[in-house]
Each structure stands twice: as C-alpha cells, then as structure tokens.
C-alpha cells in the first residue's frame, strides 16, 4: 500500500520545504565582502583608473579566462550584455538569422534582434538542448549564426552542432548563462564555439548581483568584444580601427565579488554534484518518469534534477504533489517556448522600422506561432525540475528521492 500522499491529507516528507536556486549566492560569504571593502576603502570603483585602483575585474577576468580554458575573457554588465557584445563581435546583424532552441529564457532571443538579426527558432531533444537535425532542417541562405544554450548545467550535443556549423561556414555563440562550469567531454562549455557567453545574476552557479563574461580564442573578436563594450576604444592598445559601441563595462564592486565567487566555482559544483548524483541513483529506476538526457554526463554542473512524465496533466500532478511534500519542482519557464512572450510572438520593438523583421537588408518572411516546434512544446510541458542547493545534505538528497518515488507510487 503506497503511502498516502500530503497533498491528500497525508504527512508530507519534509515538514519544513526545500529551498532550491540560487547556488552562488548562498556561497558568500567572508571574502566577497573583504573584497568589496578594499575596493570602497581604495575609493576606486571604475575598472580602468581611481585613485587606487585594485584591478578586480582585470583580475577576474584573468582568472576566469584560465578557468574556462580560453585565451580570452571579457567581463560585461549582464549576461544579456555577454550575448549583445559576442553577436556584435561575430559581426552578425541586419539581414542575418541565428538559429536558437525554442526554449530557452528571452535573453537568447532578445539580443538576436537587438543587434537586428532575426531569432529563428529550432526544436529541442530530452537533453533540452538544441536538436542537431532540426537545426540543419532551419538553415537558410541567410542564416549565420547558431546559438546552443546550456540549460540548468547540462550541456549541449556541441559535438553535432559544431560539425553541422563547419560544413555550412556558421558561427556559434554559446549561451552558457546557466552553465558556468560544466564541461562537455573534457571542455568547459564557452570554451567550444566561437564566442561563448555567461551570466553572473543573482541565481547562476556564480554570481555578483548582475553581471556576464564573454570568451573566445580569437583575438579579433576579443578586440571587437572589448571595443563594442566601451564606446568603441581598446584602452592600453594601440592602433586598430575604432567603431560606435555601448557601454556594458563592469564596475570594481562586481569584479571584487565576481572574482571571490570564481574561485569557489569548483567547490559550488562538488557539492551540487554530490546531491544530484545521489538523487539520480536513486531514481533511475523509477517507472513511469523519463531522466533528462544528457550529453556528457560527467559535465553535468548539478543545478536541478529533471525528469519528464508521459502526458501533461500527470505532469501537473506530479508537480504539485511534489510540493505539498516540501520539495521545489516546477516547469521552466511555465513549459512555454520563448516565442510565447508576446515581445518575441508579435516581433515588437521600439524602432518605428519594426527592424529586424521589416528591416529593408532582411530577405526573409517569418511569422511566430504557438505550435510551430510542436515537440520542443510538448516536451517542455511534460519537464519537472526540482532545483537544487550546495547547501543541500545527502539526508535532503534522500528525502528528494524519497519524494519522487513517493508520488510515483501513487500516479503512476
């Protein structure tokens, strides 16, 4: 006789809930705040000079470059900005397309068409990453870009998608925004594709409030990264051709902290993994539920635990049972593809022009709808994440796994 389920009136496997997310900022502690004194005590908050500046984000950016494996790293104010700066120095714009999964969070989409590319959009597999044989499928004339995002920590098939890339003469931008870390066979994800690009708010594996990273290894687009991000200047190179930028600069304060939270990257990892290992155990063998897939399985960076149900409405079940037991899960982003938000859904932009869609250098005719990646759609519904802490104790581990079969037993 299967126990009786809390959402059902019976007692619930934590008394007190779980408390997922924020896997960075549960990680400060004494040394953020020593770091950001000594940059308020120095009264240099400005990267590039003060009265005595510490160089933090120089530092950080060093560090994070070395980290993730490539000869180049550029901090930047968001990892909305991470995205704008790569696309802009891969030169992708009016007239271009980048491909981009169907779920992902705005961003991906967003600083496609605020660099006047158009977003075209590609079905996801159960790894939740872009399906590398839809991806070839929407690849037009003037497609130049494809943008894997490495949702929750897992990475993408780079191995197919970086090969479908070299045979069409494509750049990738990888949006690693919730990956810092992971690694795919050997290599950290950012370190693969042409530009890589992270995010530092308050709820990735690092954080500093707001903040992003763009990596490369090739010197022309660092140069145009770094050029694009600060009014079109290199400050300390000489020579090379200056063009109209933004400003996306990050400040000495997030650098201070920034750099204090790169260093426990490693540790934040370890600890998700120790949970996330010993939940997947102890739920693989659970009828019923699907595991998320997973490209490289050793890569995984342990933000959250997914699993999918066979039907939607046994999802939503199984969701809040979950919860009424003390446990986190959810969908990401409701189960909703990106191009549901009516910005994406209705190409709604402040420019009069309606660019890119209307733009006159756009060849192109395309139109969004609900249904248009009708598997990333179901798929995405029938994901349920429950969202892990490096806080979590292996006791939290047992009563997630607890949880789950729980439910399991009474669903399914």
Not at 354 to 361: K, M, N, T
């Amino acid at each position: 006789m299967p126990e009786k389920l809390a959402i059902e009136g019976g007692k619930p496997v934590r008394e007190k809930p779980l408390r997922g997310g924020w896997p960075g900022a549960m990680m400060i502690g004494e040394e953020e705040k020593k770091a950001v004194l000594e940059v308020l005590e120095n009264k240099s908050l400005f990267r590039y000079y003060g009265p005595n500046p510490k160089y933090k984000v120089a530092q950080f950016e060093k560090e994070f470059a070395e980290f993730i494996g490539t000869r180049y790293a550029l901090a930047v104010t968001s990892g909305t900005a991470a995205l704008n700066v790569g696309i802009a120095a891969l030169e992708v714009g009016p007239g271009d397309e980048v491909i981009v999964p169907a779920i992902t969070f705005i961003a991906s989409a967003g600083a496609v068409a605020c660099q006047r590319a158009v977003p075209i959009f590609a079905e996801i597999d159960y790894s939740l990453g872009l399906d590398p044989e839809d991806v070839e499928k929407k690849i037009t004339e003037r497609t130049k870009a494809i943008m894997p995002v490495h949702l929750q920590g897992v990475p993408c098939r780079m191995d197919e998608l970086m090969e479908i890339a070299e045979k069409h003469g494509l750049k990738v931008i990888e949006d690693c925004a919730q990956a810092a870390g992971a690694k795919y066979k050997g290599r950290r994800v950012g370190s693969i594709g042409d530009v890589g690009a992270f995010s530092l708010q308050l709820n990735k594996l690092i954080t500093c409030g707001d903040g992003g990273v763009v990596t490369t290894d090739d010197e022309e687009i660092y140069e145009k990264a770094v050029r694009y991000h600060d009014h079109g200047f290199f400050r300390g190179k000489e020579g090379g051709e200056p063009f109209v930028g933004q400003v996306y600069r990050m400040n000495e304060l997030s650098g201070a902290v920034a750099l204090e939270q790169l260093r426990k990257l490693d540790k934040i990892i370890s600890l998700l993994r120790r949970v996330y290992d010993r939940v997947i155990d102890g739920i693989k063998d659970v009828d019923g539920i699907k595991l998320r897939e997973t490209p490289d399985a050793d890569g995984v960076a342990g933000v959250s635990v997914c699993f999918f149900t066979e039907d939607i409405e046994t999802a939503d079940k199984f969701i809040a049972a979950l919860r009424a037991e003390g446990i986190p899960a959810g969908r990401l982003y409701g189960g909703k593809p990106v191009y549901s938000l009516p910005q994406i859904l209705h190409q709604r932009t402040l420019n009069k022009a309606g660019c890119p869609w209307r733009c006159p250098l756009y060849k192109g005719k395309v139109e969004y709808r609900m249904g248009m990646c009708p598997k990333a759609e179901d798929i995405a519904m029938r994901a349920i994440f429950i969202y892990l802490s490096p806080l979590y104790t292996l006791q939290d581990a047992d009563d997630i796994i607890h949880a789950v079969r729980k439910v399991a037993e009474n669903l399914l």
